[in-house]
């Protein structure tokens, strides 16, 4: 069965911090897709990043950074140099071949300054 | 203009009342999606249609039913609503013919309370 967990329901950090947020999945395919997706205050739903099974190369953006490793089944995301506007709940979500979402439960990330 | 849009965004009904929460969008993706967002535990999804023939139930179906009235309508209707259905609602579509991405875009969310 599909699983994605998000063992850390809220962290804290001071601005200026690096934060990783780490994202461990469980999944039977051999050909799936991992995302993050953040929720500011607001309340919308926002695409970070895609990933494939077959994909294992870490990406860069800006101070968002991701770590994918299938042998540990993590899809980590770090942010560099946080910021207030960084406070969000973040989401992992795992998709096998094209299905609908599986997400984690969030992660709630507050930046203070 | 945004892609995906939800109505209501914000509603407060009573319980036993029937409620139609509404998706439209104009990205030309044939895949829509109904979750919802409960506080600590995430989205969860209700239905799903791969087009417009084709409706799927999701983990949280019980209590709901969805229509599909064109490829860029998807609405999902609670004909009884009851206390624990209060949850923020958001609609999403994605491209099956863009199978390398097939990335889902979420609509901005409906506010539901039942009362």
């Known amino acids: 069965a599909q699983k994605v967990t998000q063992a850390q329901t809220e962290i804290s950090v001071v601005e200026k911090e690096d934060v990783t947020l780490d994202c461990v999945y469980e999944?039977?395919?051999?050909?799936?897709?991992l995302f993050w997706y953040k929720q500011p205050p607001s309340g919308e739903l926002v695409f970070l990043i895609r990933?494939?099974?077959?994909?294992?190369q870490n990406e860069i953006s800006g101070r968002y950074s991701w770590n994918f490793q299938k042998s540990t089944s993590s899809f980590n995301f770090t942010i560099t140099a946080s910021q207030v506007v960084d406070s969000a709940v973040y989401f992992c979500?795992?998709?096998?071949?094209?299905?609908?979402?599986?997400f984690g439960k969030g992660t709630t990330l507050s930046v203070s300054s | 203009d945004a892609d995906v849009t939800q109505t209501p965004r914000n509603r407060i009904t009573k319980t036993g009342k029937r409620i139609m929460l509404e998706c439209s969008q104009t990205?030309?993706?044939?895949?829509m999606y109904w979750y919802r967002q409960d506080p600590g535990l995430g989205l969860r999804l209700i239905y799903y249609?791969?087009?417009?023939?084709?409706?799927n139930k999701g983990e949280i179906s019980d209590g709901y039913s969805v229509s599909r009235q064109a490829q860029a309508k998807f609405s999902l209707s609670l004909e009884s609503a009851i206390p624990n259905q209060t949850a923020l609602y958001f609609c999403?579509?994605?491209?099956?013919?863009?199978?390398?991405?097939?990335?889902?875009?979420f609509g901005p969310g409906t506010r539901l309370t039942v009362l």
């Open positions: 999403a579509t994605s491209d099956s013919k863009d199978i390398a991405t097939d990335t889902q875009y």
């Open positions: 979500a795992l998709s096998e071949a094209g299905t609908a979402l599986i």
């Open positions: 249609s791969f087009d417009v023939k084709d409706i």
């Open positions: 999944t039977r395919d051999t050909t799936y897709y």
């Open positions: 990933r494939n099974s077959f994909d294992e």
């Open positions: 990205k030309g993706h044939d895949r």
